[in-house]
């Protein structure tokens, strides 16, 4: 019984993995299409969010059959609760990827010419680094990695704003009012997927002790720490 339970969970893992990776890959291909204005990477980004939300079905029926056949408890009870959570945010990031590409898409004129106004490459990066962060945090149950993932953030809030600063400078000779809320949407869509990143690493803390840390970041780590949460030696371990 054991060994078939640590057969399932290790599967689970797998195909985790698996969605992070893939929602990974759909960020990189999202970030290379708005580089170039690439029609085609949009369309495969678009196509490609089916086997994100199979898969993402597939992990939250992998969970279920787990609690049906076995009684899961402690940390790997909390590990079970927090799958599909991970998962959702996973399935969320590939959402948001095929929006940032139907807005790409939708833009009009020279649309690498209008996106080079702004800074996006640092929030792609951002997001990249964190989705791929809190899956390895997760997968290695390490709140430290999961902090730092969580860390990214605040310097995407900050470029996030930059941007929309940029955006409110710019004049309709430079930026049609059209493509102006296209690139709204964009930095919205990016903002948001860090968001979701974000998230999935404070599922990782909530593995590891026991605590919700979505809206408290900051108080929750200077808690666990016993030190202010801007000292980067107090990131719990």
Same mark, same amino acid.
């Given at each position: 019984?054991?060994?078939?339970?640590?057969?399932?969970?290790?599967?689970?893992?797998?195909?985790?993995?698996?969605? !992070?990776?893939?929602?990974?890959?759909?960020?990189?291909?999202?970030?290379?299409?708005?580089?170039?204005?690439?029609?085609?990477?949009?369309?495969?980004?678009?196509?490609?969010?089916?086997?994100?939300?199979?898969?993402?079905? !597939?992990?939250?029926?992998?969970?279920?059959?787990?609690?049906?056949?076995?009684?899961?408890?402690?940390?790997?009870?909390?590990?079970?609760?927090?799958?599909?959570?991970?998962?959702?945010?996973?399935?969320?990031? !590939?959402?948001?990827?095929?929006?940032?590409?139907?807005?790409?898409?939708?833009?009009?004129?020279?649309?690498?010419?209008?996106?080079?106004?702004?800074?996006?490459?640092?929030?792609?990066?951002?997001?990249?680094?964190?989705?791929?962060?809190?899956?390895?945090?997760?997968?290695?149950?390490?709140?430290?990695?999961?902090?730092?993932?969580?860390?990214?953030?605040?310097?995407?809030?900050?470029?996030?704003?930059?941007?929309?600063?940029?955006?409110?400078?710019?004049?309709?000779?430079?930026?049609?009012?059209?493509?102006?809320?296209?690139?709204?949407?964009?930095?919205?869509?990016?903002?948001?997927?860090?968001?979701?990143?974000?998230?999935?690493?404070?599922?990782?803390?909530?593995?590891?002790?026991?605590?919700?840390?979505?809206?408290?970041?900051?108080?929750?780590?200077?808690?666990?720490? !016993?030190?202010?949460?801007?000292?980067?030696?107090?990131?719990?371990?």
């Amino acid at each position: 019984m054991f060994s078939a339970f640590t057969d399932s969970v290790l599967d689970l893992e797998r195909a985790v993995i698996l969605l !992070g990776q893939m929602a990974e890959k759909d960020v990189v291909n999202v970030m290379m299409a708005t580089i170039e204005g690439s029609d085609e990477l949009a369309d495969e980004i678009i196509h490609f969010d089916d086997e994100i939300d199979r898969l993402d079905e !597939g992990i939250t029926w992998m969970v279920q059959e787990i609690f049906s056949t076995f009684n899961p408890q402690s940390g790997d009870l909390r590990f079970l609760l927090a799958v599909p959570r991970v998962s959702s945010h996973l399935e969320l990031i !590939g959402d948001l990827c095929v929006e940032v590409a139907r807005h790409m898409k939708e833009m009009e004129g020279n649309r690498t010419a209008v996106l080079d106004r702004l800074n996006l490459i640092p929030l792609f990066e951002s997001v990249i680094g964190m989705t791929s962060g809190a899956v390895n945090a997760l997968i290695d149950r390490s709140a430290k990695r999961a902090w730092r993932a969580m860390a990214i953030l605040d310097a995407s809030k900050r470029t996030f704003r930059a941007n929309l600063d940029i955006l409110s400078t710019l004049s309709d000779k430079d930026v049609t009012p059209y493509n102006r809320v296209r690139l709204t949407l964009i930095c919205n869509a990016l903002y948001v997927m860090a968001c979701n990143a974000g998230d999935i690493a404070a599922n990782v803390v909530y593995i590891t002790h026991g605590v919700d840390v979505r809206y408290q970041r900051a108080k929750a780590m200077e808690e666990l720490s !016993g030190k202010k949460p801007d000292d980067p030696k107090s990131l719990p371990g």
